[in-house]
């Protein structure tokens, strides 16, 4: 049975159905950080393990999988087994403290490492593609939901000092004409994921969508508290940030905007905030234009852009969430962003969750020109020297 949503296991074991036409030349392996001691296991460890990677990405266009119990699993074509190695030999030293690591490297009892070459262990990868997927179905009777009184607790927990660790920026690139890439924006966002099992452990904080609705208008206060600043290249970059509606509308955001005067900045609304009260939310647009920003709709798939495109919204901008399937979507239905593209205007989309350097050919090719994503972070980011001077 194949899953409903995408995860990365879906994405790992369409990866492999797809190899399976085209082994010559292509290896994985699979790093099993699930198996080390559990001072080990903290997601940080995993983001940087993660990042190894990222060399091999840019010279081989890797496939790098973070699995949801913290394993990795990456594959490529004609990649060197010194080159892949040397990454193993540093995964190795980040773990250097747990036993696992040093059990048999490289022989039948290696538990931290398992490569597959897929000229002859092309059966055995996509058994254990499949097996991932069948082990990240829920087993469990889910989390149960927060009430009221735990969203106020949550909320008396909300201080500035606690969230100001969990706020993140990922930057945007704009790919122009010649291929070159300058900065665009960089979007700065408190991290949900990270910040949840610390304030509400054993809790859905999402189930509850009013509920959880009511503590993003806290968390947004305290967003815009927590930044610092927003120089980059020793000028402030354009910051696009992810609030609701009531936050734009709100004296936080006021003392935001005359904290950086000089801000250029754009307010990425999610649809359902928008269409919740299509008032309020004109009215913010409106102060965000009055103000000299920019509005945006976030985390769109191929059917909302397509109902958005004469929804005459009175926004600057869509963002796209980039999946696998557009790039072979029917020409003109739903599953096809294209037309929508088009309607809107590329120049107003900017395509997020670039996971690879076809997720870059296909916007290009649609003439989109602003890309977000893990592939611009280990590709193009390292590389850019200044920003887009034009926003």
């Known amino acids: 049975m194949q899953p409903e949503f995408v995860t990365p296991e879906s994405l790992l074991l369409d990866t492999a159905e797809r190899l399976g036409r085209v082994r010559a030349g292509r290896v994985a392996v699979r790093v099993r950080l699930s198996r080390l001691s559990p001072q080990f296991r903290d997601p940080a460890y995993g983001r940087v393990a993660e990042r190894m990677f990222d060399g091999l990405v840019?010279?081989?266009?890797?496939?790098?999988?973070?699995?949801?119990?913290?394993?990795?699993?990456?594959?490529?074509?004609?990649?060197?087994?010194?080159?892949?190695?040397?990454?193993?030999?540093k995964l190795r030293t980040l773990f250097d403290g747990d036993p696992l690591v040093h059990q048999d490297p490289y022989g039948p009892g290696d538990r931290f490492c398992t490569w597959y070459d897929l000229e002859v262990d092309y059966d055995a990868f996509l058994a254990m593609a499949a097996d991932t997927v069948s082990r990240?179905?829920?087993?469990?009777?889910?989390?149960?939901?927060?009430?009221p009184a735990d969203a106020e607790r949550i909320v008396g927990l909300l201080t500035p000092e606690a969230v100001r660790p969990f706020i993140t920026a990922q930057a945007a690139v704009r790919v122009e004409p010649r291929r070159e890439a300058r900065?665009?924006?960089?979007?700065?966002?408190?991290?949900?994921?990270?910040?949840?099992?610390?304030?509400?452990?054993?809790?859905?904080?999402?189930?509850?969508?009013?509920?959880?609705?009511?503590?993003?208008g806290v968390l947004d206060s305290r967003l815009l508290a927590g930044i610092g600043g927003l120089t980059l290249f020793g000028r402030e970059l354009p910051v696009n940030l992810n609030l609701n509606v009531s936050t734009v509308l709100s004296p936080e955001f006021t003392a935001f905007l005359e904290r950086f005067p000089r801000a250029e900045a754009t307010v990425e609304f999610q649809t359902i905030d928008a269409f919740a009260d299509l008032g309020a939310f004109r009215r913010a647009c409106d102060r965000l234009h009055e103000a000299g920003h920019r509005a945006m709709i976030d985390g769109l798939s191929p059917l909302?852009?397509?109902m958005l495109a004469d929804a005459d919204l009175p926004v600057d901008g869509y963002k796209l969430m980039w999946t696998a399937d557009i790039a072979n979507a029917r020409a003109d239905t739903d599953r096809d962003p294209a037309p929508a593209v088009r309607a809107l205007g590329p120049q107003r989309i900017v395509l997020g969750h670039c996971a690879t350097v076809a997720a870059i050919d296909w916007g290009v090719r649609q003439g989109i020109s602003t890309f977000q994503g893990h592939f611009v972070d280990a590709t193009l980011i390292g590389r850019i020297a200044a920003p887009a001077e034009d926003a």
């Open 58 to 89: 840019a010279q081989y266009r890797c496939q790098v999988f973070a699995l949801s119990d913290g394993d990795i699993v990456a594959t490529g074509k004609d990649m060197p087994f010194g080159d892949v190695d040397a990454v193993l030999y």
């Open 136 to 147: 990240s179905q829920p087993r469990h009777v889910p989390p149960p939901p927060i009430t």
């Open 183 to 216: 900065l665009a924006f960089q979007e700065i966002f408190v991290s949900v994921a990270e910040l949840a099992p610390r304030i509400a452990p054993g809790r859905d904080i999402g189930r509850d969508l009013w509920l959880f609705q009511y503590l993003c």
């Open 304 to 306: 909302g852009l397509w």
